[in-house]
DNA sequence: CTTTCATCTCAACACATCTTGAGACATTAA
DNA sequence: TTAATGTCTCAAGATGTGTTGAGATGAAAG
C-alpha cells in the first residue's frame, strides 16, 4: 500500500458510518452482507448508505457482488491489513514505541496470534 | 482509545500534509521539531502549517511546548500505537485474516519485535 | 410484459475543510 | 523601548463532504 492508497483509506474509515460499516462486514466473514442488511444494521437510507459504500468500495476497504436482487458487501481483509502494515512500517522507523505496545495490545486481544500457542 | 478518538486521528492523518508532518515527527524523536522546520520541511506557510499542527495536537496525535521564541511538536507515540491498536482489535476480532499479515508485515521491517532475538 | 423488489444515480443543499494573506501576540536582543 | 523573530489568529473564498428525496436501473416473479 502507497501513500495515496493509505491516504484514501484513512479517509474512508475517518467518518463513523463507514467506520461501523467495515467493522460490521469485517465480523460477518468473507461472504459478507447484502446492501439491505447493512442499511437496516445502520439505520440509513438507501442513497445515503450507496454514497458511503461506493466511498469505501472506492477506496479498497470494500468489495461488492451481485447476487441475485441485491448486491452482497464484504471486508477487503487484504487492504485492511495493508493499512495498517502501513501505519506500522510508516511509523516504526527506528522508533518502537509506536509499534511494540500496538502488537501487545493484540496479542492480549481474542485474535491467535502469528504463532498460536498450540 | 475509544471510537471516537479513533475517528479525529483517523480523520487527522487522512490529509497529505498532516501526515507526512507525523512521518517527520516520528523520525524526529521524541524532542521533535520546531514548527518553522517543519514548516521549511514541508514547504508550508506559517499559517497552513498552523492550522495543520493545530488541528493534529487537538487529535492527540503530537504535542506541543515552548521553548524561547519557537515551538517545538513532538509525536504522540502512545496516541499512534492506540490508533493501530484499535484498528487491529477492530479488526481482528474473530478475523486474524486482517491482524496477522500485518504483524508478519511488521516482522520484515527494521523494527525490533516485541520479543527481540538476541 | 408488467410488477415488485433491491439498489444505484443525480441534483440540491447545508456544512466542513483547506488555503491564503494580513495582522496580532509572545519572546528575545539591542 | 524598539526592533526582529517565530508562531498564531482571523476572515474570506474555493473546494470537498454528507444527507436527502425523487427517480432510474437491473433482476426476478407473476
Given amino acids: 500500500m502507497d501513500e495515496m492508497q493509505a491516504l484514501d483509506a484513512l479517509g474512508a474509515l475517518s467518518q463513523e458510518t463507514r467506520l461501523r460499516i467495515v467493522r460490521l462486514l469485517v465480523t460477518a466473514g468473507p461472504d459478507g452482507m447484502a446492501a439491505g442488511a447493512i442499511g437496516e444494521a445502520m439505520g440509513a437510507t438507501s442513497s445515503r448508505l ?13 468489495q461488492s457482488r451481485r447476487e441475485g436482487r ?22 516504526c522507523q527506528g522508533h518502537p514505541a509506536v509499534c511494540t505496545p500496538a502488537v501487545a495490545a493484540l496479542a492480549a486481544c481474542a485474535c491467535p496470534s502469528p504463532e498460536p500457542p498450540k
Fill in 70 to 91: 441485491s448486491i452482497r458487501y464484504s471486508a477487503a481483509y487484504d487492504a485492511l491489513s495493508g493499512l495498517i502494515a502501513f501505519l506500522m512500517r510508516d511509523c
Fill in 50 to 62: 450507496s454514497f458511503h459504500l461506493t466511498h469505501l468500495e472506492h477506496a479498497g476497504l470494500v
